[in-house]
C-alpha cells in the first residue's frame, strides 16, 4: 500500500466563501477523495494550522508520497518544518507540488532556484501531453482542455527537468512546462500546474487520472532512514 499524506494550508476555503463553496470539504479532503478510490493507496490530510504545521516526523515517517498544497502563506511554513520535509525527501519519500506550490520554501529549496513565473488572473488551458509514454501520462489524453484556469507562463525559473511530461498553451499567449518531474536524493519529484482554487480543476476525471497516475509514480522504491550522507542538501 503507498500511504499518501495530502498536505495543504487550508487557508482561502475557509476564510473566501466562493472558494468554500468549490471545495466544501478544502482541496485537500477533495484530492482524498479522489485517491481514496484507488485499492493501493492510504490517504489521509494535514493542514497548516494542526500541530506542528501537519509536519511532524511522525506523520512524514509514515508517509511515502506528499502531496502539497499552497499560496497565501507559503512563508508561514517554519524553517525546521521545510528541512525536515526535504529530508525525508532525500531519503526517497515522493512529493508532489501542485500549483502555486512551486513558490512554496519547500519546492524553491530542493530546486535551488527562485522558482519564479508570469501569470495572468483567469484563462483558457490546453494541456498537451508530450511525453505519452511516461508513467504519469497512462491513459491521459493528448490534450486536456481546461476552461478556466490561472495563466502560469515561462520563463519559469527551474533547473532543467529530469523529464517534462505536459506543456500547458493558454489563449493569452502563454506556454508552460505544466507538468515536471525532479530526483533529489533517493526522493521523486513531480510538478504539476493546473489547480487554481477559484476553479473546480480537480473535478475533472483526467486531472484526477494525472493525480493518481503521480501517486504511484513518485512512490518509494527505497527509503532509507536518514538522508544519505554523499548528495548535497540543498
Known amino acids: 500500500m503507498i500511504r499518501v499524506t495530502v498536505w495543504n494550508e487550508y487557508e482561502h ?15 485537500h479532503g477533495a484530492i482524498k477523495k479522489i485517491l481514496s478510490s484507488e485499492d493501493d493507496m492510504i490517504v489521509r490530510y494535514a493542514t497548516l494550522d494542526e500541530p506542528e504545521q501537519g509536519l511532524s516526523e511522525g506523520i512524514l515517517s509514515d508517509t511515502d508520497v506528499l502531496i502539497w498544497w499552497s499560496h497565501a502563506r507559503q512563508d508561514d511554513v517554519t524553517d525546521e518544518n521545510v528541512q525536515r520535509v526535504i529530508d525525508h525527501v532525500h531519503s526517497g519519500m515522493g512529493l508532489i507540488a501542485l500549483h502555486s506550490a512551486h513558490f512554496s520554501k519547500v519546492f524553491r529549496r530542493l530546486m535551488g532556484t527562485p522558482c519564479t513565473l ?28 481546461l476552461e478556466d484556469e490561472e495563466l502560469y507562463g515561462e520563463p519559469f525559473a527551474i533547473p532543467n527537468p529530469d523529464e517534462v511530461v505536459f506543456m500547458g498553451w493558454f489563449a493569452g499567449g502563454a506556454v508552460f512546462r505544466s507538468g515536471c518531474t525532479f530526483t533529489r536524493g533517493y526522493g521523486k519529484i513531480f510538478y504539476f500546474q493546473p489547480g487554481h ?15 493518481i497516475n503521480s501517486v504511484r509514480w513518485a512512490a518509494p522504491v527505497k527509503r532509507l532512514a536518514s538522508p544519505p550522507d554523499n548528495i548535497e542538501l540543498r
Open 118 to 145: 508570469s501569470w495572468k488572473h483567469g484563462d483558457r488551458e490546453k494541456l498537451f501531453c508530450v511525453n505519452p509514454a511516461h508513467p504519469i501520462a497512462k491513459d491521459v489524453p493528448g490534450c486536456i482542455e
Open 13 to 27: 476555503e475557509r476564510k473566501i466563501p466562493e472558494i468554500g463553496k468549490i471545495y466544501p470539504e478544502g482541496i
Open 197 to 211: 482554487e477559484e476553479n473546480r480543476v480537480y473535478d475533472h476525471p483526467d486531472i484526477s487520472r494525472i493525480l
